[in-house]
């Protein structure tokens, strides 16, 4: 029966899946992408500029203008050696290069490494194997400055000292008669980078130039995924009338976002995410942006996501400011609430929402009282032990009066055993008799199975777990046991629940539940501690339940 529940919810999430993927309506990810003939003409507001070259030139970034055949007035290539500006916040190491003033290294220094503890998270870098920055630059005219530009650095400090809460870093460059100033702005405790782009039209007539905001990544998957658990990584946008939408790798790949991009907005912001962090490119609301995603060729080939910002016509001599935010951190459910509208649908627990987000609610509100995540798992088992009480009360009486019986059931199989139709007749008369549901014992399972699978989404998705210890060997509850302990007192429990419960009256199926705390105990063994933690707590708690009724039942009393 478990296995039919569970095949039954998996179909079902494919079939799901299957009609959003087609276009059609779908009950978990929100009405059908609308199609591109809503929003002719779009693609035309995206300047051929920042298309892709069909090859760039030697140490240029994947997916910049070719400025190897540069024309007199184009961006001209960098003539002196390209520096590095590292910059350091109490939460963030940025390393800001001359080059297009590009973001291409990003440090979290407070939280480590998936594969090495004794380092910090890298999310942003560009080295030989590995191309994920963030840039911005101006289009619309011949040779405006762009991330593939020569920037100056101006003077002025690049660490946030103690006691100041605000740092400001700038860049400046020239080029297509136009000066842009690239302020980056970080404040104390914030992941979020204030990014200020200031554009001066130095000639005597007018420019239309564009600001494009874009993250550039590759396809690689990040190192450290979990076991039996594939975290979405790649693309996604958010605007108040599209809401929230992913667009994977193979989808840009193979073309299908053109059906959903680019697409006009004055809000939203656009992003590449990572399992249990994101970066965020979000532009000032009320501004008008389009939306892009597309594939850079190369090899291996890069994929880019951004929003280009109309600017306005600038008169001679005349300014104009705009101002964005970038998000570089942890997916924290309060965090990205405050941040921007819609950016805490980026921790997408997919079908599982429904229950997931109320018992990571009930979770982070147990542990900001009791201190520590594995001790409130364990609180939520035993309130959700204590809201199906009664329920699980019902089956374990069913299952003690079974026990008292299963003596005159193994009469009735003897008696019977050459005619199967009489035997379940008497069987089923026995059960009515003695008011035994044959099936009781199923229903704490089932009712455990959405439960599980939703805090089995919670702890893959939320960065609030990860690393989080328990108690001793358990340094981190959204990773698997490193000792195997827990999964090993998962195996005893279910066991000892095996013993308390009638033998099933058909040998090979009494063989098969024998066997089934082995094979549930190899599984756990890849899944996260703080899932077997809660499996484990529920089982004692179930054996505990089941002995006290089965002692209250005891001595015949079932025949009553």
Known sequence: MILWVILSISLFG???????????????????PATLSGRAGLSNDI????????????????????????????VAKPSAPIQTVAIRTDLLGVDVSSLGAEIDRVELLKHRDTLDPEKNMVLL???????????????????????????????????????????????SAE?????????????????EIGVRHQVTNLTDHPLDPKLYLQLVRDASK?????????????????????????????????????ATL??????????????????????????????????IPGTPPTFRAAALMDLGVLAPNASVTNEAQLFVGPEEQRLLEKVAPGLDL???????????????????????????????????????????????????????????????????????????????????????????????????????????????????????????PWIGWIHDLAAPDPFYILPAVMMASMFVQYKLNPAPPDPVQAKMMMVMPLVFGVTFFFFPAGLVLYWVVNNLLSIAQQWQITRMLGGGTAKT
Request: charged share 20%; hydrophobic share 40%.
């Open 14 to 32: 494919l079939w799901d899946s299957w009609q959003h993927y087609t276009g059609h309506a779908s009950m978990f990810f929100g009405p059908a």
């Open 47 to 74: 300047p051929a500029a920042i298309a892709p070259a069909a090859t760039a030139p030697t140490g240029a970034i994947p997916g910049a203008p070719d400025t190897s055949q540069a024309t007199p007035g184009s």
């Open 125 to 171: 870098e560009k080295s030989a194997g590995r191309t994920y920055v963030a840039q911005s630059g101006l289009v619309g005219e011949a040779g405006l400055p762009s991330h593939h530009t020569e920037f100056t650095v101006l003077p002025g400090p690049t660490a946030l000292s103690d006691g100041q809460d605000h740092l400001e870093v700038s860049f």
């Open 175 to 191: 080029g297509g008669g136009a000066r842009l100033v690239k302020t980056f702005i970080f404040t104390r405790g914030s992941y």
């Open 222 to 258: 990040p190192e450290g995924t979990m076991r039996f658990y594939s975290p979405y990584y790649g693309p996604a946008e958010y605007s108040s009338s599209e809401k929230f939408q992913k667009i994977s790798f193979e989808d840009i790949e193979k073309g299908k976002d053109k």
């Open 262 to 295: 680019p697409r006009s907005s004055e809000d939203g912001w656009v992003a590449i995410l990572q399992h249990y962090f994101a970066v965020v490119w979000i532009p000032k609301e009320g501004e008008k942006r389009s939306y892009l995603t597309e594939q």
């Open 346 to 468: 980026v921790r997408d627990y997919g079908w599982t929402t429904i229950l997931a987000r109320p018992v990571f609610w009930l979770l982070e509100n147990l542990q900001h009282v009791l201190g520590n995540w594995g001790a409130a798992i364990i609180m939520l088992t035993i309130l959700i032990k204590l809201a199906f009480y009664p329920l699980s009360a019902a089956s374990y009486r069913s299952m003690a009066r079974m026990k008292n019986v299963a003596p005159r059931l193994k009469v009735i199989q003897e008696r019977f055993k050459d005619d199967r139709a009489k035997m379940n007749q008497a069987m089923m008369e026995l059960y009515k008799t003695e008011k035994i549901n044959p099936a009781g014992g199923c229903l704490p399972v089932l009712v455990q199975i959405p439960v599980f699978i939703s805090l089995y989404s919670v702890l893959s998705a939320s960065v609030e777990m990860r690393g989080a």
